[in-house]
Structures are given as structure tokens and as C-alpha cells.
């Protein structure tokens, strides 16, 4: 069985048009984005983790990926992508860890443009013991192009493959941040944004195309400031997945869609250090459809009011560390059930 997949990530960044060094720390900046799309929230800067706990049901969630790779020279990168997932309910419990280290040799290492081969494999459990060691390789090619300072877009395409039971070649292009020593600040950074000024997390675009389903589905969002301490954001989400199933009685389809649209406002208690700090609120609508002879036809309203803060801690004067509680309170199918959930978001914002 065979698989196209084609993604985009798209992020906003200015961090030194340099070519690689040894001690340069590479981060893939990474969507919260899937095809499992749920909604839109302009609090969300979710790039590297989040915690939910719902009152309604009585459970959580906590998600966490990272992608960070290592130069142990100019022309060679070690590194690893990490996943970690795990819920609660009144029905039970599931965990999932996932391990894919990687090995990157650089073909050409220029300051205007890097070309290099990747391979990779994987490793995961689950809360079952069930193991699945190093039973994939993924082979890779690819290629950065500096967009500012630090900051490389990076086209790829690879080929995944698990024994005879799966493949899959993918196209890839996405964005990867030099946090190395090598164009480390003198100093602490601290933040600088104005009136004027754009913060955007990672915005993120999908398309899988499958034998028995496709999925395509978008993620932007950004904070505009009216002045070094207010700023409005906006985010939009939509998503669709239609699945082919196969039933002694025929083949159905299964098709759901997703769009969202959120507002946010943000205060700023202080600006021009190293630590900053915010509180935030708004509102966000979503509207579910799915058209399904397996699970039948359905359609649900979800509006969401929202209220938190947190603190940015600025890695560089244009990059920084999010991390900050949430409050979620929301109205379920146009009825008048509520809930109350918590969340804790932790991500990488960026300031143009």
C-alpha cells in the first residue's frame, strides 16, 4: 500500500546569514496543526506543548513534540524528533511515546544555501508495553535557504516505509531556527515590539492524500499591536477528511469538516526585558459537520470563551519562549451545557 503525503509549515521569524557551525542547535518549528483539526484559538501558541484538563468529563490531556538537532560539525547534524502523548477519562487511560533519531550529512554548507541527506529511524511504546523498535526508515533530502538571520526554510522530500505493510513519500517544507552559540545575543535578549509590530506563532498547511482517504486543512493566525502594550490577534481553521470504508454491504464514505475563526486581545504589564508578562481573552466559534451512512449525518455549533495569561521569555530580540494557564469555557451543540476546562500552553511566538 502506497502513500502521497504533502505538508506545509509555515512560520514568521528574523534571528546571522551564516553558513553551519559546530555547537549550532537547529529547532523545527513545528504547527499544533493536524488533520484531526478541532478548532481555532488565537491564545494558542502550542508549537511544543499542552496540557488540558476538562471538567466535564473528568479528564486531561497532555501533548508533547519537539524536533532539535545537534552540529557536531559543519557538514554533520545529529538530532531527534520526540513525541509524547497521553489522556485520562472516566473510561480509562492511554500513553504513547515516540523516539526518532536522525543522522544529517551536509552536501553543501554556504551561508546563501545548504543541501543535505538525512536518514532516519523509529522508536515507540505505549502504555500496553507494546514496542516498536527501529522497524521504519525514512530517507531524506533537503535543503535551507536562509529568510533572515537564523532562520532557514527548509523544502524536503523523503520516503517513509515500514517493512511491505506501509510507505509513503512525502513533500515537506518547513522552517528551522540556529539557536547555537554562534549567533548567540552578547547579551539577555529582551523584547522590542511596538506599535505596528506582527507576532505570529507556527501556521501550518496539509494535504494527505491516501488509497482509501484524502484530508486537507489550514491553521494561520498572528497578534497585531496598537501600541507597545495592546495587541488584537485574529485566527481562522478549517479542515476536511473524507475516508473510503470498505463494508460486506459496499463501500461507504465518511466526510467531516472543521472551519473555526477566533479574536483575541492581549496587555502587556511590561515591555523592553527579558521576561515579559500578559494577560489575554476572547472568543471562538466552530462549526463540525459530518456526513457519514457509518456514523450518520451530524452538526454541532462550539462557541469558546477565553481567558489566561503567561510570560514570554525572549530567546532572541525577535524570538521567544511562551509559556502561560488558560481557561476555557464553552457551549456545547447550541444548547446551554457548559464547561470549564484548563489549559496550559507552552510555544515559541515570533515578532516582526
Request: hydrophobic share 35%; net charge positive; proline share 3%.
Given at each position: 500500500m502506497r502513500y502521497f503525503t504533502l505538508s506545509l509549515l509555515l512560520g514568521l521569524?528574523?534571528?546571522?546569514?551564516?553558513?553551519?557551525?559546530?555547537?549550532?542547535?537547529l529547532l523545527t518549528v513545528q504547527s499544533s496543526f493536524s488533520g484531526d483539526l478541532?478548532?481555532?484559538?488565537?491564545?494558542?501558541?502550542?508549537?511544543?506543548?499542552?496540557?488540558?484538563?476538562?471538567?466535564?468529563?473528568?479528564?486531561?490531556?497532555?501533548l508533547a513534540?519537539?524536533?532539535?538537532?545537534?552540529?557536531?560539525?559543519?557538514?554533520?547534524?545529529?538530532?531527534?524528533?520526540?513525541?509524547?502523548?497521553?489522556?485520562?477519562?472516566?473510561?480509562?487511560?492511554?500513553?504513547?511515546?515516540?523516539?526518532?533519531?536522525?543522522?544529517?550529512?551536509?552536501?553543501?554548507?554556504?551561508g546563501d544555501l545548504m543541501i543535505f541527506g538525512q536518514l532516519?529511524?523509529?522508536?515507540?511504546?505505549?502504555?500496553?508495553?507494546?514496542v516498536s523498535a527501529f522497524s521504519s526508515i525514512s530517507p531524506q533530502i533537503g535543503l535551507h535557504y536562509p529568510l533572515a538571520a537564523g532562520v532557514l526554510f527548509t523544502p524536503t522530500i523523503g520516503y517513509y516505509g515500514i517493512g511491505q505493510a506501509y510507505s509513503a513519500?512525502?513533500?515537506?517544507?518547513?522552517?528551522?531556527?540556529?539557536?547555537?552559540?554562534?549567533?548567540?545575543?552578547?547579551?539577555?535578549?529582551?523584547?522590542?515590539?511596538?506599535?505596528?509590530?506582527l507576532m505570529a506563532g507556527a501556521?501550518?498547511?496539509?494535504?494527505?492524500?491516501?488509497?482509501?482517504s484524502t484530508s486537507y486543512g489550514t491553521e494561520l493566525g498572528a497578534y497585531y499591536f496598537l501600541t507597545d502594550r495592546v495587541a488584537l490577534g485574529v485566527a481562522v481553521a478549517a479542515?476536511?477528511?473524507?475516508?473510503?470504508?470498505?463494508?460486506?454491504?459496499?463501500d461507504e464514505k465518511d466526510v467531516s469538516y472543521v472551519l473555526g475563526v477566533g479574536i483575541g486581545s492581549r496587555y502587556y504589564f511590561s515591555t523592553a526585558r527579558h521576561v515579559v508578562w500578559f494577560a489575554e481573552a476572547g472568543v471562538s466559534y466552530d462549526?463540525?459537520?459530518?456526513?457519514?451512512?457509518?456514523?450518520?449525518?451530524?452538526?454541532?455549533?462550539?462557541?469558546?470563551?477565553?481567558?489566561?495569561?503567561?510570560?514570554?521569555?525572549?530567546?532572541?530580540?525577535?524570538?521567544?519562549?511562551?509559556?502561560?494557564?488558560?481557561?476555557?469555557?464553552?457551549?456545547?451543540?447550541?444548547?446551554?451545557?457548559t464547561e470549564l476546562d484548563f489549559g496550559l500552553n507552552l510555544g515559541i511566538r515570533f515578532f516582526l
Open positions: 521569524s528574523t534571528i546571522g546569514y551564516a553558513q553551519l557551525q559546530r555547537g549550532d542547535r478541532t478548532g481555532a484559538s488565537p491564545l494558542n501558541g502550542a508549537n511544543l506543548a499542552q496540557l488540558a484538563v476538562y471538567s466535564r468529563f473528568r479528564g486531561g490531556s497532555l513534540s519537539t524536533e532539535y538537532g545537534w552540529m557536531l560539525g559543519p557538514r554533520i547534524t545529529v538530532g531527534a524528533y520526540t513525541a509524547f502523548i497521553g489522556y485520562y477519562n472516566d473510561y480509562g487511560s492511554a500513553a504513547y511515546v515516540g523516539l526518532s533519531p536522525y543522522l544529517r550529512y551536509y552536501a553543501v554548507n554556504r532516519s529511524t523509529g522508536f515507540s511504546v505505549d502504555d500496553f508495553a507494546r513519500l512525502s513533500l515537506g517544507v518547513g522552517l528551522q531556527l540556529v539557536l547555537g552559540k554562534n549567533n548567540r545575543p552578547e547579551g539577555r535578549a529582551v523584547s522590542n515590539f511596538q506599535r505596528g509590530t501556521q501550518g498547511v496539509n494535504l494527505s492524500l491516501r488509497e482509501q479542515a476536511r477528511a473524507a475516508e473510503r470504508i470498505r463494508l460486506s454491504t459496499g462549526r463540525h459537520i459530518i456526513q457519514s451512512s457509518v456514523r450518520g449525518n451530524y452538526r454541532a455549533n462550539y462557541v469558546y470563551l477565553l481567558g489566561g495569561g503567561g510570560a514570554q521569555i525572549f530567546l532572541r530580540d525577535n524570538v521567544a519562549l511562551e509559556v502561560g494557564p488558560q481557561l476555557q469555557h464553552r457551549v456545547f451543540n447550541e444548547q446551554y451545557r
